[in-house]
Every structure is written in C-alpha cells, then in structure tokens.
C-alpha cells in the first residue's frame, strides 16, 4: 500500500497550493514542498529490498476482461527515476520560491508542477501498459501547463502548442505499439511484456509495432528530427526548463528504451533505428550547442546532445552499454538540473541570458560561478567529475561495436568528434559568462541570489564532485539495482573506479578536452562559417506548416459541414445503405430457415398502429405539435411491445424515457414556429423518398435475415449467473449494476456531462418568447391551472413513492435506479410546470450541478470501495440476513451504485428541463463568476 502513496501523495500536492494561497510565499513553498518530502521517505524506505534485488508490487483489479489493471512496480530502474523525479522536484519548489517573482502565482505553478511530478512517477512506477501510456499522455499535458506558465508571452504559448503537439502524436503512435504488444502477448501486463521478449521480436508485427513505439520515445526525448520543439521551450520559467528539459520530461522516453530493453532490444532493427538516430542527435545536438548566444538555448541543446549519447548507448545492443546509459542518467540530471538553475540565477540577479552582454560575472558573483563552472566541467567530461566516468564508459563502449560491420570504426570517431565539441561549448558557458571583459547592457548591476536559492545548486554540484570521487560508494548499489532491471539475466561485470589506466578511452578524453579547448579558442571561424549557412526558424516553420495543415482541414470541413441538415443525413444514410446492403447481395436467399412466430391478431393491431403513427408523423412533419404527438404514439407502441415479448424492464425504460423526451421537446417548442413553412422542391421530395425507401428496404432485409436464423445469445449467461453471481434475479438489473456495471458508469458520466453542456448552452442564450399560439390567440391569463396544481401536489408523494418501490425492488424485479430516477425527476418537473418556477424555487432551491455530482461520486465511491476487499472495480457483493421481523432479505452492494444512478439520472433530468423551462423567467440559468 505505501508504493500507492508514493504516487498519490504529489498527486494530492496539487491541492495544497490552492488551500495555501493565502498565506505568505515561504510558507506556501514549505506547504507544497511536505507531500513529494513524504513520498521521498517512503520511497528510501523500500531502498534496501530495491538494492537486494527484490521487486515490490501493488495490484488493484480495474477491468480484468480488458486487460485494465492498476499496477505500481517498484524495482531498480523505477527507484532510480523516482529517485530523481522527487529528489529534484523537491530542489525546484525550494529554487522556485525565490525565482517567481511577486507577479507570478506561485500556487498554480506549484498545483503545475505537482500534477506533473505525479504524472512522471505514474510513467516510471507503472505495471499496466495502459495505465503506462496514460500517464505519458498526462506528462504532455501537464507540461504544456508549465511550459505556457507566462501565457501573457507570445512565445511561451507558441513553444508549450509546439511541445504538445510532438509529444501528444508520439504519444498515439505509442497507444497504437501499446495495443498491439498486448494483441501479441496477450496481456497489458508489463511482467509478463518483458518475459516475452522472444515471442514480441519474431512476430510479422515487430517492425511496425518498434517503429511506432520509438516514435513516442523520440518525440518526447527530442530525438533528431524530433529536437526542434525542446529548444522552444526554454520560453519556461527556468525552474521548469531545470526539472522537464533535464532530469524528467525528456527522460521519460529514454526510460521507456531501458524499461522495454529486455523485451524489444537484440535485433538488426532496434540497432539501426535507435542508434543511428542517437548518434545524428549526438552530433546535431553538440554542434548547434556551440553557437547559441542564449544560455538556455546552449543548455537545451547540449540535452539534446546528451541525450542522444543515452539513446545510442542503448541502441549498441551490449550490456556494458546499457549499464553506460544508466549512469549517464544519473550524472545527465544533477549537472544539467544545476547548470540550468545556475542560469536562472544569473538571468534572475543580471536581467539578460544572452552571453554577449553577460561578461565578467565572476566579480560580480563569484560563488554562483563557481558551482555554474564545476556543473560545466561535469557536462564537459573533466576527470574528478561525475561527467567523466560515464563518458569514458561510453566511450569504451563506442570501441567495442560492431554495428557498421568494418565501417564501425566510425562510431568511436563520431563519439570523439562530439565530445569535443562537448567541451567547446562547456569552455564557452564558463569564459563567456564569468570572464571575457565587463557587461555589456544590462538592466541591472550583477550580485549573488539569496542564500536558498542557491542551495540547490550547491546539493546537485556537491553530488558531481562525490560521484565523480567516489562513485562506487555513492551510487554503485543504486546503479546495480536499476542494472538488474534493465538486464534480469545477468549484469555484466564493469567498474567505478576513477583510473582504469592509460587506454584507449582515455585517450579519447584528453583528445577532446585538448581539442574542444582548441576549438573554443579558434571558434571565430566556426562562427564566420556558421553565419554563411541559411538560418531556419524551427518555431515559425513549426507554426505555418500548422495553419496550412489547419487550413486544407478546415476546406475539407467546410466541404463536408455545409450546414445543411440534410445533406449529413444523407451522407449518414447512404453509407450505411453501402456497407449494409453490400453484404446482403451475397446471400441467396434470405430466410435463414428458422421457424416464423404466428401473426395473431394483437400483434398485427400493435403493428398497424405503430405503421399508421409513424406515417402520420412523417405526414404531419410540419405541423409540429401534432408531429409530437405522433412520434409519441410510436414510443408507447414500441414500449407495449417490449412488454408483449417479456421485455418489462425495457418497456418501463421506454416509456420513462418518452414522457421525459415529450416534455423536453414541449418546452423547446415553445420557442421555435408551430408550423415549418414549405421548402422542399420536388426533386428533393423524390431524393429524400428514394433514400428512405433504401434504408428501409436494406433495415428491413436486414432484420429480418437475422431474426430468421438461429444464434446463441449471451444472455444465457446471464441468465444462468445472474442469481449466483450478482444477488439478483432481473437480469437486466443484474447486467447494469453488476456484470456490465462499468459501462454503466461511463453512461451515466456521459449524461452527466452531457446535461451540463447543454446548462451552458442555455446560459444567457437569447431566445426569441413568442407571445401567442400558432393560431395567433394570446397565451392565457392564468399561466397555471389551478386543476394541475391541486392534482400535481396530489401525485408528487404518490411519484416518489413509486419510484422508491421500483428504485428497492430492481434488484430482483423489473425497476432499477434509471426508471426509478425518471420517475422522481418527471413528478418534480410536473411541479414546476403546475406552479411555476417561483413556487419551486421557495421549496427547493436545489443547484442540479451539484446533485449530478453527488450521483457520480456515489457511483465512483461504490466502485472503489471494491478495492478495499481485494476485488475489481465495481465487482459487487450481497448475502443473506434473517432480521426480526422482517425475515430473511437480501442485502446487495449493487444498490449503493443503483442510487448514484438513480441520482445522478435525476440531477441530469432536472437540470436539462427545469433549466430549459425557465427560461422565461427571472430564474433562467446565468453564468456565475465564480466558477
């Protein structure tokens, strides 16, 4: 249970910020700060069983039939990345409270950050791949939030609908991988993913399902020629840029290459694809590093370069390298995370990031450069530094490949050639910045941040130092552990220690360093050579190729969407006259030789009336009153027919469902012409006749192929379990409450929001009153009978009786909460039609919103509670009990979710029609300015 607290704890983060607005912005920072600090304790405390190999499990039953399951998995590798995502989230609420300036709501970017810290450690802690895949999908959102933080900035909400829109259709591409892993293993669930890694690779479907879920890895982890939108997103506040573009965000696609590393990797094509793209991202990303004037743009850039040293660490396809990556990881976030506070600082205490006016800072603040200078020389590779031993395990790896056959001598140049470059534009954020002359411009003279605000900076640069010291002792069990994970056969032996001896990879160390500070010296002429090239604006190509996409869209839109009614209809109807008549024409005959019922007399009576109704309807279409209570015969003889074949439940639905319908098309009546004017030519009459006649001829056909041959239907069993497993006898309770009770909950969500889409839509909507009938005569004086209200209030009791009888009894006999609901909001809403709005509103001034919400957190509440006995969601529970009195009943779970139906199906109601009716009146629905 503590590993589901692990998660949920950022998650109710996100709600101390608002309760702590008030207060002063240390004390709401420390607020926000306490649940990821309760996390992060409870995280270290499974660290010793993490380090000894084990792997701790939460499991909670959702819908096992669909393969929905709530799974948290803490191993190696999730402890490491959630190691990161708390310890480092919690270093940016510190960092933040001192960079937000008085302006800025520190509430909502706290609520930000925590909703998408709870996102990240959802993706690393995961067991499910669909509960995975949600969780990504929040990270896209949850950052476009942060990205666009300062949304008064053009270019802030520019960069987030960039980042978005990457990351959001990587994250489909990595729906549809996920879809077909679990159509191949036959399971969502990641253990048993990851144990079938041979049955995944020697499917037909491998290249396409790798190919789509890289994809969702390099989109997010701004792989080339997916890098573009992470540079457009430095338009963040810098602690966001220090937490997603560093040690979260970016790595969440890294994580997925080294959590699916067991299952996909091992094959020609994962070594192409991954590491040949990891090594263009390398090399683009450390080249275009060096000529960015703005230090958040050098620093995403360089992340881009580093991480695409990961990917192809993890595209070799050797052990040794994959434990490379690992390390990598760990070193990437704590000198990147630092390097870019220590921007923010310097943006922060000077007023300007562009490195042509920020010169000779060191004087200036002496302390913030020297921590900025020992995370550069990490970034750089410099020995004594974290950087430098993952480096040289990369490349020692580079050495030790064979990917490009006897071309693979390139790979180690290639890695060399980066790595200097690694180190020219290190020298450059340390010279340019802290030496190199006096400012130039600024709106302010330089000094030192407040003392917190550089504690971060100063945790993440010592842990460079310790690490690059000692590394064996700070981080070798956790570095094994995350090893494990990512290789559960068997880690391959490798070392921590500082001096391996003169080697080839050290020598490709010194290289670079000699050679990127020869190349920063003379970088004049990269410069001059840089300026000659065509410059390509990633944003506003990003931005046009957006509107034009929009903009052939919205021609198409407008072909289809001409606003003609008709002309949807049409299409709707001859498609499917297409794809259902199509079918028909290959059978010879269509009797499917099972005996015919008798035509008797009843039936033939039910079925003429419900012919003569149905054709009046379309007759008298323009005279709309009449139209109504045509279709309403038809809805009553459908009802009756339900009952004639045993159907009650569905006839009292029917039949609950019409009297509402009926008066919901009343009240918007009153509103519209009594009559339609004629506007049909002949020729459309003669269309419109044909496709009708289509439709019905291919309806017709249809139905009756179908009912003439014999089937077996699932409701046997239902019908055989509906007793033993769900308490009740009327199945068709049973199947809503129980067996299908979480389709029945997203119905009862639709209604819900469905209700409240058209409150908004009544909001303040001006809507012509018309002042007499059809005929011209004036509405009567007397607006209510005095014979409805007396027989009104005579029912009101004897309706909510009635319903409360179905409501009780639906477990067994036909009724339910649906009936039951429709009944209580017809007898109500009677009330208001006999009174008047005035009259209700002293006796019940209920906000229906509310009641709508109340029904779903009932029907929720009574789906989770299942959990708490180890059961799915939903799964109900009933027994026996003998009861003075009374005897032996029945008592079933399912009735607690029967009555957030019932509930939720009045507040729905009520709120359509009672808020529709009043809109004559001063009550009609306004919108509040405070929601």
């Not at 190919?211 to 390099?218: D, I």
């Not at 990003?542 to 072909?559: I, M, S």
């Not at 007499?772 to 607006?783: C, L, N």
């Not at 009861?883 to 957030?900: C, N, T």
Request: glycine share 8%.
């Amino acid at each position: 249970m503590t590993l589901l607290w692990i998660l949920l704890l950022p998650l109710l983060g996100s709600l101390v910020p608002v309760f702590t607005a008030r207060w002063n912005r240390s004390a709401c920072a420390l607020a926000s700060a306490i649940p990821p600090a309760l996390a992060l304790m409870l995280l270290l405390l499974h660290g010793q069983q993490v380090f000894a190999g084990e792997s701790l499990r939460f499991f909670a039953s959702w819908v096992p039939q669909l393969g929905l399951d709530i799974t948290i998995v803490l191993d190696g590798l999730a402890f490491l990345f959630s190691l990161l995502i708390l310890g480092i989230g919690l270093l940016i609420i510190l960092y933040a409270r001192y960079y937000l300036s008085e302006r800025d709501s520190m509430p909502r970017f706290y609520a930000y950050l925590m909703l998408f810290m709870t996102a990240m450690l959802g993706i690393v802690l995961s067991g499910n791949l669909l509960q995975l895949w949600l969780f990504w999908e929040l990270t896209s959102i949850s950052s476009f939030l942060l990205i666009s933080f300062w949304w008064h900035k053009a270019e802030a909400r520019r960069g987030a609908r960039m980042a978005l829109t990457v990351t959001g259709a990587g994250g489909l591409a990595l729906l549809a991988a996920f879809l077909l892993i679990g159509q191949i293993v036959g399971s969502y669930d990641l253990q048993q993913v990851l144990n079938s890694g041979e049955l995944i690779k020697q499917h037909s479907l491998y290249p396409l399902l790798l190919v789509l879920f890289l994809l969702g890895c390099f989109t997010k982890s701004a792989q080339f020629p997916f890098h573009f939108w992470l540079p457009n997103a430095m338009a963040a506040p810098t602690p966001v840029s220090a937490y997603l573009h560093s040690a979260t965000m970016v790595k969440a696609g890294i994580f997925l290459l080294a959590r699916f590393y067991p299952a996909l990797s091992g094959t020609e094509l994962w070594f192409i694809l991954v590491s040949v793209t990891g090594l263009a991202t390398l090399l683009i990303g450390a080249y275009l590093a060096l000529f960015k004037h703005d230090l958040k743009g050098l620093l995403a850039y360089s992340t881009i370069s580093h991480l695409g040293l990961i990917t192809l660490l993890f595209g070799m396809g050797t052990d040794l390298a994959a434990v490379a990556g690992l390390f990598h990881i760990i070193n990437h976030a704590t000198f990147k995370a630092s390097l870019f506070m220590a921007a923010g600082i310097i943006d922060h205490e000077s007023g300007s990031r562009d490195m042509r006016k920020l010169n000779g800072l060191w004087q200036f603040m002496p302390i913030t450069a020297t921590l900025a200078m020992v995370a550069a020389a990490a970034m750089a590779g410099v020995p004594l530094l974290n950087g430098f031993l993952s480096k040289e395990m990369f490349f020692a790896e580079t050495l030790h490949q064979h990917l490009l056959g006897s071309l693979s001598w390139v790979i180690p140049v290639l890695a060399t050639i980066a790595a200097i470059f690694s180190v020219a534009y290190s020298m450059r954020f340390i010279h340019d910045v802290f030496f190199n002359g006096q400012p130039k411009g600024l709106t302010k003279t330089p000094h030192e941040p407040p003392r917190y605000m550089r504690v971060p900076v100063e945790i993440l640069v010592a842990l460079c130092i310790l690490v690059g010291i000692f590394p064996g002792y700070i981080i070798g069990d956790l570095l094994h552990a995350a090893s494990l994970a990512v290789l559960p056969a068997k880690v391959p032996e490798y070392s921590l220690a500082i001096w391996h001896g003169f080697n080839l990879p050290l020598l490709m160390s010194v290289a670079a360093l000699l050679a990127g500070t020869l190349i920063y010296v003379n970088r004049k002429h990269l410069f001059d050579f840089q300026n000659t090239l065509p410059e390509v604006d990633a944003l506003n190509s990003f931005e046009r190729g957006v509107k034009q996409f929009a903009a052939r869209c919205d021609r198409l839109y407008q072909w289809l969407d001409n606003g003609s009614l008709q002309r949807y209809m049409t299409l709707v109807l001859l498609s499917f006259v297409l794809l259902a008549g199509l079918p028909l024409t290959h059978l010879t005959t269509l009797w499917g030789g099972r005996e015919e019922l008798p035509i008797d007399a009843v039936n033939a009576t039910g079925a003429i009336m419900l012919l003569i109704a149905a054709f009046a309807t379309v007759v008298w279409h323009r005279k709309r009153v009449i139209a109504l209570l045509m279709i309403s015969v038809v809805g009553l003889m459908v009802s009756i027919a339900f009952t004639r074949f045993s159907a009650p439940d569905l006839a009292l639905t029917q039949l609950s469902v019409e009297v509402v319908t009926i008066i919901l098309l009343m009240l918007a009546l009153f509103f519209l012409p009594h009559k339609t004017p004629k506007q049909s030519e002949s020729s459309r009459v003669v269309r419109d006749l044909s496709i009708a006649s289509m439709v019905g001829v291919v309806v017709g056909s249809l139905s009756y192929a179908l009912m003439t041959r014999p089937f077996t239907s699932i409701s046997d069993f239902f019908i055989a379990n509906a007793k033993t497993g769900g308490g009740g006898t009327n199945v068709v309770n049973v199947i809503l409450v129980d067996f299908r009770g979480f389709d029945t909950m997203g119905e009862i969500a639709v209604l819900g929001i469905a209700s409240l889409g058209i409150f908004k839509l009544l909001t303040r909507i001006p809507l012509f009153k018309p002042s007499s009938d059809g005929e011209g005569r004036p509405w009567a004086v007397e607006r209510h009978s005095l014979l409805l209200s007396t027989v009104s209030q005579s029912l009101l009791p004897l309706a909510v009786m009635v319903s409360i009888y179905i409501f009780f009894r639906g477990h067994n006999l036909p009724g339910g909460g649906f009936i039951a609901g429709l009944v209580t909001a017809v007898a109500i809403i009677l009330q208001y039609i006999a009174h008047g709005v005035d009259w209700v509103k002293e006796r019940m001034n209920v906000e229906y919103q509310r009641v709508v919400a109340i029904g779903l957190l009932i029907a929720l509440a009574t789906g989770v509670a299942s959990w708490l006995f180890g059961r799915p969601f939903l799964t109900s529970w009933f027994d026996y009990f003998s009861i003075p009195v009374l005897g032996k009943i029945e008592l079933a779970s399912a009735i607690a979710f029967d009555l957030g139906v019932y509930v939720t199906v009045v507040g729905s109601t009520l709120l359509i029609l009672a808020n529709l009716g009043k809109m004559t009146t001063a009550h009609r629905p306004v919108h509040k300015e405070t929601i």
